[in-house]
């Protein structure tokens, strides 16, 4: 499980488990990238929020301006909607699972992980207590939630000796499914996607009953009348269809967007249509009188609309509310007075599709309505681009303002902020002739800084204690970044392991059988006993990181560290970090962080008794220098660190190597 080019992805079929720690710059009450999909309960009391930095948060509405209840933590990867289903709200991810959660209180009661690819929406039943789950890979289920949520159903449906529930697959996509509706009482389900049709089915027995064509590209959006009669489709062809599915034909096409239709709403009697997307705005459409009207403009794409109140009859005109999100992480409600004459009274869009005898394509009337931000839900700036420096402690990080920041990834904060500026002359700038070994993969996906972290690589830096300002550090006691950092990361849980009496893991050995003698003289002061710091030396940032990996069966799980109790085992924590922060096993060689050279004599002068030498990559030339000094019987008293440069030099390559630069430096850029 990791982040692969900008993808979240699991490993279930790979034995190593790899742990990733998610940081955070947005406090609890805000969203750090945008919102992909926004819910409303039945009395519009409150707005759920599902948003790509992989977290779910509920708005009071109860006053004039939405307070923060709480967040809903547990995906790993973008939320990509939202359902409720009475008291229960379902959610949908790209880490392949849905989860359903006490709408009420924030608490997950279920994870399910029966997609194998990303899950992109839900459409729920209320009346029924079903739902369903459309996906990649032409998934398409249908569930009872009822059974689903049962005491002895698993999470991944495996067969035992329990009662095991499985959902009813509708199988006949041949591509991946985009959108998804149903109705109340679920007798009519509706998908769509890449294929450019509408395929309707009967949810009751997962069965395809028919198939309409009309949209030239992706259908994006889906909406159900009560009855099942009618449905309305949004894609990205740049058109939404009023479609009868009786009839079982388009019975209007409307061409009010200049691009993608992404969202779609309606009003409660499926007289009105609220549309949005690629190009940032939103319409009401009046689906007898055909008539649309711009209700505001975003400044960024529209991925979702939730209509709070319904055009409201006011002296002169009626008043619309309107929740939208976008690609950002702040969300707006709009009032637009919208004219009387767009009100038509008693009529509805059945009776308007049976007065036309054939499908039409229309491209609206359209008028602009006085429209105003009455409330704002305030995100903070998500991150859009970063380039790890190469002293790989530092990441170069661009939010989506267009400010420039510096990433700290052993502290998990921003070390410093450049404001507006060139990417590529900030990197340029800040680039050091440095070498350090990739411990880790950085990817930005979530809005937000993740670090994955892997056995094969993560224990392959260190660096001295003193250059990371560790209090009463000596010259030789060296960290090593990775094992610290799952110390940061497990601390609490150690504690708290402890406390339980808990002895040191029962692991299995993974650490690196003892390495072959050594043909090469260490150099003085670097024998094997040479001393890594074990105490914390980077403490819990805040806001506290999130942790993601997966467990022994290959179910994807995150956690704060301040959530972890101490009796997990290795079924959730990869067993190769409870080695190395339990036992204190890393699992490499240490010949791993050493490099082999010679040291031969400059013409006309003496040569060292032993000239093939093996040292710590991290030591610097300055250390070479004093050793060089000893072995010669300099004037011991001039070899400070003022006088050693007066005293020798060391080349590689014709060029002097400057006394603060590391063995591994040289031999990367001068070797």
């Known amino acids: 499980m990791g982040y692969s080019n900008g993808v979240f992805q699991s490993q279930r079929s790979k034995r190593e488990r790899k742990i990733v720690y998610v940081s955070r710059s947005n406090p609890e009450n805000q969203h750090g990238a945008g919102i992909n999909r926004l819910a409303l309960d039945e009395d519009c009391a409150h707005l759920f929020t599902a948003s790509r930095d992989s ?24 939320v990509n909607d939202l359902a409720l289903v009475n008291d229960t709200l379902l959610s949908c991810s790209s880490d392949t699972t849905i989860k359903a959660w006490r709408a009420g209180t924030g608490e997950c009661v279920r994870t399910w992980s029966l997609h194998t690819d990303y899950v992109q929406a839900l459409a729920a039943a209320p009346a029924a207590n079903k739902f369903a789950s459309a996906g990649l890979s032409s998934e398409l289920f249908v569930w009872d939630l009822e ?7 698993q999470s991944r449906f495996k067969e035992s000796g329990m009662h095991t529930y499985a959902p009813s697959a509708a199988n006949g996509h041949k591509e991946s499914v985009y959108s998804v509706a149903m109705n109340s009482t679920a007798t009519l389900l509706v998908s769509g996607g890449p294929e450019n049709g509408i395929r309707v089915w009967d949810p009751r027995s997962a069965l395809q009953v028919a198939k309409l064509k009309g949209h030239t590209e992706v259908v994006k959006a889906l909406v159900l009348d009560a ?3 009618l449905c309305l489709s949004g894609a990205s062809d740049n058109t939404f269809k009023l479609w009868d599915l009786g009839q079982q034909r388009c019975v209007e096409t409307f061409t009010v967007h200049k691009d993608s239709v992404w969202a779609v709403a309606v009003n409660s009697s499926f007289t009105r249509v609220f549309s949005g997307g690629r190009d940032s705005k939103c319409y009401m459409t009046d689906l007898h009188s055909r008539r649309s009207v711009l209700l505001f403009t975003e400044e960024h794409p529209i991925r979702s609309l939730a209509l709070h109140t319904e055009p409201q009859a006011t002296s002169g005109g009626a008043c619309v509310t309107m929740w939208a999100a976008t690609d950002r992480s702040t969300v707006n409600q709009w009032v637009a007075d919208v004219d009387a004459e767009t009100e038509d009274e008693g009529a509805d869009a059945a009776s308007g599709a049976e007065r036309r005898a054939h499908s039409s394509q229309r491209s609206s009337d359209q008028v602009c309505a006085p429209s105003r931000v009455a409330a704002v839900i305030f995100g903070s700036p998500s991150i859009v681009r970063h380039a790890v420096l190469s002293n790989r402690l530092h990441v170069l990080i661009k939010f989506c303002t267009g400010e420039l920041a510096l990433w700290d990834i052993t502290r998990g904060e921003v070390a410093a902020r450049y404001g507006e500026a060139s990417f590529e002359a900030k990197e340029k700038e800040l680039s050091e002739v440095v070498s350090m070994a990739s411990w880790f993969a950085v990817d930005t996906r979530l809005g937000c800084v993740a670090v994955t972290l892997e056995p094969a690589s993560c224990f392959s830096a260190e660096m001295y204690a003193l250059d990371l300002n560790v209090a009463g550090a000596t010259d030789e006691l060296k960290v090593n970044l990775g094992e610290q950092t799952l110390r940061m990361l497990f601390s609490q849980w150690l504690e708290r392991r402890s406390a339980l009496g808990l002895a040191c893991s029962p692991t299995a050995e993974t650490s690196a059988p003892p390495s072959r003698a050594a043909s090469t003289t260490p150099m003085p002061s670097q024998e094997e006993d040479e001393s890594l710091l074990v105490e914390p030396v980077f403490a819990l940032p805040s806001p506290v990181p999130a942790i993601v990996s997966e467990t022994a069966d290959g179910e994807v799980w995150r956690k704060l560290p301040t959530q972890l109790t101490g009796h997990e085992n290795e079924s959730l924590i990869p067993p190769w970090v409870i080695d190395a922060v339990v036992n204190r096993r890393l699992g490499i060689q240490k010949d791993n962080h050493k490099v082999s050279f010679f040291l031969l004599p400059f013409t006309g002068t003496h040569a060292l008794a032993q000239s093939k030498l093996s040292a710590p990559k ?4 300055q250390k070479v220098m004093a050793y060089v000094a000893q072995r010669l019987d300099l004037d011991m008293t001039l070899t400070n660190q003022e006088n050693l440069p007066h005293l020798v030099d060391v080349m590689c390559n014709k060029t002097i190597l400057p006394p603060h630069m590391s063995l591994a430096t040289v031999r990367q850029y001068i070797w």
Do not use: M, Y
Request: charge should be positive; avoid cysteine; hydrophobic fraction near 35%.
């Open 147 to 153: 059974r689903a949520t049962g005491p002895h159903v």
């Open 55 to 78: 977290t779910i948060k509920r708005w009071s509405l109860r006053e004039p301006q939405p307070t923060f209840s709480f967040g809903f933590e547990g995906h790993a990867d973008w």
């Open 618 to 621: 991290i030591l610097r030339i």
């Open 227 to 229: 009855s099942a009669r």
